[in-house]
């Protein structure tokens, strides 16, 4: 009896890899055909986000002269292109939804003025400029050298003091009234922060808000609300900020 | 009125009197500081705007580049 046992237990044990053998053929087949569907899937996307940047590139080459957008490139497509084997079920769907809601143009002009104090804003400002300018993407950034900053506020003494400063202009509001009445942009003061921290922050927000906010027809409101907290309900923001804004408000 | 309060009660409502004021200072000093770095272009501000924009319809200035900085 008891070789019997063990005949068939060996029997049994032989047995199951041939079992075995035929699930892992099924199986690879299976994710064969998967990952090269998925493959499919990830090389339409990338394509689709060339298509997306090639447009920005030939843009900000029209505007530049060429060559401003190829660190960004690279990197959105080195990103991609690591992750394309192994989470490509994730990827396409994101990114194929994301690409009608990117607007045909710039929505705003982005300047900086910047006289060159020797203080930490400025220096913090330029450390973090280059992110600033890969986040805010295809809305051109003129930077004013410092001939320029110094004749601009000699000009307008009220600013200085005052400077790195970073002025938003919103072009569709240019469009719309058709000249520059009312509010049409948004200037942030960065010379009033005293760590690179708080300048960090300041333009994190700043980007954040620009971003987020791309589309938004009323840009005057939501930065009474969003940027300077007014109100009760800024108030509470303020007591319930985040991380950003203890580091931006932390005087 | 405060007759009939104990020095336990006035002290607790002076305390949270000196809660709410505080707290009503350190929001208003945060907007204030919010108000001094985020300012809202308008009309006033328009020269500076049509100074600014003329320098780049003019060829003046030219885009950010990263490499060009780095």
Redesign the interface.
Same mark, same amino acid.
């Given at each position: 009896m008891a070789k019997s046992r063990i005949a068939t237990r060996s029997t049994r044990s032989q047995s199951r890899p041939r079992r075995g053998s035929t699930k892992p053929k099924a199986a690879e087949e299976s994710i064969a055909a998967a990952a090269s569907a998925a493959a499919e899937r990830a090389t339409d996307a990338i394509a689709a986000v060339a298509a997306v940047l090639g447009d920005e590139g030939v843009a900000g080459a029209a505007e530049t002269g060429g060559g401003a957008d190829e660190p960004i490139a690279e990197g959105v497509e080195s990103v991609l292109g690591g992750g394309e084997a192994a989470e490509s079920d994730k990827s396409p769907g994101p990114v194929a939804g994301a690409s009608p809601a990117v607007p045909a143009g710039p929505r705003f002009r982005i300047f900086v003025i910047d006289s060159g104090w020797h203080s930490v804003a400025p220096k913090a400002m330029r450390e973090n400029l280059p992110l600033f300018h890969a986040l805010t993407g295809d809305d051109p950034i003129y930077v004013l050298d410092q001939a320029m900053s110094v004749a601009l506020l000699r000009r307008h003494q009220e600013l200085i003091g005052q400077d790195p400063i970073i002025c938003v202009h919103d072009i569709r509001k240019f469009e719309q009234t058709g000249g520059t009445d009312g509010v049409h942009g948004i200037r942030m003061h960065l010379g009033h922060l005293h760590t690179e921290q708080a300048v960090a922050g300041a333009m994190q927000m700043l980007v954040q808000f620009l971003i987020r906010h791309r589309m938004a027809d009323d840009i005057e409101a939501l930065v009474r609300t969003n940027l300077r907290r007014e109100g009760i309900a800024g108030a509470i923001k303020i007591m319930a900020g985040g991380a950003v804004e203890h580091e931006f408000l932390g005087i | 009125m405060f007759e009939r309060w104990t020095l336990t009660e006035i002290v607790a409502v002076g305390a949270a009197a000196l809660a709410v004021a505080y707290?009503m200072f350190e929001?208003s000093?945060? %907007?204030k500081? &919010?108000?001094? +770095? #985020?300012? !809202?272009?308008?009309?006033r501000?328009?020269? &500076?705007?049509?100074? !600014?924009?003329e &320098?780049?319809s003019s060829g003046? &200035? %030219? =885009?950010?580049? #990263? =490499?060009a +900085?780095?």
């Open positions: - | 707290m929001v000093r945060r %907007q500081h &919010l108000r001094e +770095v #985020v300012n !809202l272009i308008e009309g501000d328009a020269v &500076l705007t049509r100074e !600014l924009e &320098l780049v003046a &200035l %030219q =885009s950010y580049r #990263v =490499s +900085v780095r």
